[in-house]
Nanobody, 115 residues
Framework: QVQLVESGGGLVQAGGSLRLSCAASGISISINRMGWYRQAPGKQRELVAHIAPSGSTNYANSVRDRFTISRDNAKNTMYLQMNGLKPEDTAVYYC?????????WGQGTQVTVSS
């Protein structure tokens, strides 16, 4: 059974930083294309960043140069380092594979950025 557990969210002022974690079980993140997604109130869930098995990364234009996706294969955990946070980054952040698998969605972790 696959389980993805997000953590690390919180309340931060604009310009601050947070590091999110996605702990995986039942699936190896090193051989799957993994992504961070977010859903803001009243908006659709969007892909923020993803990392391929090769280690190559890709980012949404809105977070490029501010966010960094990475993974620790030994810990089977993926991370999202978020710097220069903006109020518009406020959302619930989730991790999943690409393409997404409905059964893999976790509870997410709330990120709130105050102005």
């Amino acid at each position: 059974q696959v389980q993805l557990v997000e953590s690390g969210g919180g309340l931060v002022q604009a310009g601050g930083s947070l590091r999110l974690s996605c702990a995986a079980s039942g699936i190896s993140i090193s051989i799957n294309r993994m992504g961070w997604y977010r859903q803001a109130p009243g908006k659709q869930r969007e892909l923020v960043a993803h990392i391929a098995p090769s280690g190559s990364t890709n980012y949404a234009n809105s977070v490029r140069d501010r966010f960094t996706i990475s993974r620790d294969n030994a810990k089977n955990t993926m991370y999202l380092q978020m710097n220069g946070l903006k109020p518009e980054d406020t959302a619930v952040y989730y991790c999943n594979v690409l393409p997404t698998v409905r059964a893999y969605w976790g509870q997410g972790t709330q990120v709130t950025v105050s102005s």
